[in-house]
């Protein structure tokens, strides 16, 4: 479920035609997020075709919400003077997933124990690199610890940068 939204533009970032994303299918997206066509496109399909697939075959339930901390947002790459994906509406970050058996799935790196958690969310990284060309997460850096940051940035020779 989408809403077209007027163009974007705060200095250097912006989004031409920009959409907020409340729901993908029956999946809820809390809070809704600001990204452009071709992300909201590359998102719902990962979604659809990778994330519920191993929610079913690791827990035995769909995805209910998928909870994101940040959609489009005018900064910088942090420690850097280059523009981040999210100051273009090209980049996700992903909290948690709530399954629709009420579970939640924090994307913090899981307990020693937590065999379950650990290979969905090591399966959602890694599936994610099929439809994404940066896909960021716990064991990345620090700023990464508690989140997976998606974002389809045009880079050259199709190279994807999956950590």
């Known amino acids: 479920v989408y809403t077209d939204l007027a163009p974007i533009r705060e200095g250097q970032c912006g989004i031409d035609y920009p959409v907020k994303i409340s729901a ?11 990204l452009t066509c071709d992300m909201a496109a590359t998102f719902a399909g990962w979604a659809r075709n990778e994330l519920v697939p191993s929610a079913r075959w690791r827990y035995f339930s769909g995805v209910r919400t998928i909870r994101q901390g940040s959609s ?12 981040s994906e999210h100051g273009k509406g090209n980049a996700l970050d992903v909290m948690s997933i709530e399954l629709a058996n009420g579970k939640e799935i924090d994307v913090r790196k899981p307990g020693l124990f937590a065999f379950r958690t650990r290979g969905f969310l090591n399966t959602v990284r890694a599936d994610g690199c099929q439809y994404f060309t940066t896909v960021l997460g716990p064991g990345y850096n620090y700023d990464h610890r508690n989140h997976f940051h ?8 199709g190279y994807r940068a999956c950590r």
């Open 72 to 83: 489009y947002s005018c900064r910088r790459i942090a420690g850097e003077g280059t523009l």
């Open 150 to 157: 998606f974002d389809i940035k045009n880079r050259k020779n």
């Open 24 to 34: 993908i299918g029956s999946i809820r997206m809390q809070p809704a997020a600001t």
